[in-house]
């Protein structure tokens, strides 16, 4: 790995630490049996929350080999009806802003399964998506949908064609890219005169208000506000000319749309907003808090926990998607505290979360073994998942939502 003093976004050497969160597994480095019986430790990174002085983006610097990372992945758009149903509406809107047909070309950037190109493709669109890791890429190929199996960058542009693209779209892509110049300068030269360039990321803003450490990992290199991504948008030839806030995914998520100057017309007010609201939400004393309020967060629910336990109760995780690696092992959960995590994932199940080596097992064992209490670590999913899991509710088991603070639900909240 290495470490550069250097901000992604405007190139200053004005950085201050916000937040150390220690040394960490990487989120999807999930276990074989064989590797979690091996008692020797894997490897373990720093994670750290840098504050940029001159643009306020913040941001990891310590960064790991991306093929350590993203060659072989185990998250799938497809495995949560929330996203899909999302994805759907997201294609539907992009379409009746350009009136698409069979000759126009959408691109989707990291594209995971194919599941936003699909709905595209149904709506008559041509379709190619590139994503680098091969094993979700060869789910997308399966299902019909063109994929290039590599990094996006200038190397694509010429693959794909200068201008061909007329809708480009990345979703919670954009926080991983760690060279944020070159990948805004590649969709620049990509998208076609008159395209739109669509993206969604976890707002900055969100993350910290409600002490959502846990998406905090080493794949998420930046911390969106949209104020420093707007200035390198336009560095690159590209103005941001709206946004558009969709609070059920990912817990919190914007939306920004981007496009070559003066073609669309520009939501000044909404802009505006957001950027106001960053520059409370979002400073450098923002993070500070943050990083104060985690730790306590960190305090309360190893209380909950650890009573729970005493009390002779059966803990399990339910999801296991990045992000419990960080919040389980930051907070020091393993198996002697939760039993298994159940995930419907099929690359996780028979694999252990990394750090604390905790099972990953399928759904038929949560509902065959009804434990006590179920830790909701796909916590930005809770209403499907609390509304799937009704009979697990009505026969006395209970989730603990983990976020802004925990608390128990049962059948009668």
């Known amino acids: 790995m290495s470490t550069k003093l250097v901000c992604r976004a405007c190139g200053s050497t004005k950085l201050r630490l ?32 840098f504050y940029c ?6 941001q990891l610097l310590d960064l790991v080999d991306r093929k350590e990372m993203f060659d072989d992945y185990a998250f799938l758009t497809a495995t949560a009806n929330t996203s899909m149903l999302h994805f759907d509406q997201y294609a539907e809107e992009l379409r009746q802003r350009l009136e698409l047909n069979t000759s126009d070309l959408v ?18 669109a041509s379709v190619l998506g590139i994503e680098p890791a091969r094993n979700v890429a060869s789910v997308a190929i399966a299902a019909g949908i063109p994929t290039l199996n590599e990094y996006f960058g200038h190397v694509s542009v ?8 007329k809708i480009i779209t990345a979703n919670n892509v954009v926080s991983h890219v760690p060279d944020l110049n070159d990948f805004i300068e590649s969709i620049n030269l990509l998208l076609s005169p008159k395209g739109l360039f669509a993206f969604e990321v976890p707002w900055v803003v969100d993350v910290l208000r409600h002490y959502n450490f846990d998406i905090v990992y080493h794949e998420h290199l930046s911390y969106f506000g949209f104020k420093p991504l707007s200035e390198v948008l336009v560095k ?10 969709f609070p059920e995914i990912h817990g919190g998520s914007l939306r920004g749309i ?45 209380h909950l926990l650890l009573k729970l336990k005493r ?47 905790i099972p990953i097992v399928a759904p038929d064992e ?9 830790l909701l670590l796909a916590w930005n999913f809770k209403d499907e998942i609390i509304s799937k899991e009704r009979e697990y509710l009505r026969s006395g088991g209970k989730f603990i939502i983990p976020f802004p603070e925990p608390k128990v639900v049962g059948s009668d909240s």
Do not use: W
């Open 53 to 58: 002085n001159d643009c306020a983006l913040i």
């Open 158 to 165: 010429e693959r794909i064609g200068r201008g061909k693209a």
């Open 258 to 302: 981007a496009a070559h100057p003066n073609i669309f017309p520009k939501q000044s007010e909404t802009l505006g907003r957001v950027y106001r609201d960053e520059g409370r939400g979002a400073d450098y004393s923002a993070l500070e808090q943050f990083a104060h309020s985690v730790q306590e967060f960190r305090g309360k629910l190893r």
């Open 311 to 357: 009390e002779g109760k059966r803990i399990v995780g339910y999801g296991a998607p990045a992000k419990a690696t960080t919040l389980l092992n930051y907070c020091s959960i393993d198996s002697s505290i939760v039993d298994y995590v159940t995930d419907t994932t099929p690359f996780k199940q028979g694999k252990f979360i990394p750090g604390v080596r």
């Open 107 to 124: 691109v989707d950037i990291g594209s995971n399964d194919g599941t936003l190109l699909k709905a595209f493709k149904k709506q008559g």
């Open 18 to 49: 916000g937040f150390d969160l220690g040394m960490l597994p990487l989120a999807n480095s999930f276990l074989s049996t064989k590797r979690a019986r091996d008692p020797s430790p894997e490897p373990r990174y720093p994670l750290r929350m």
């Open 366 to 374: 949560f509902r065959k073994l009804a434990p006590d209490f179920a």
């Open 236 to 245: 690159h030839g590209l103005e941001l000319v709206n946004l558009e806030y």
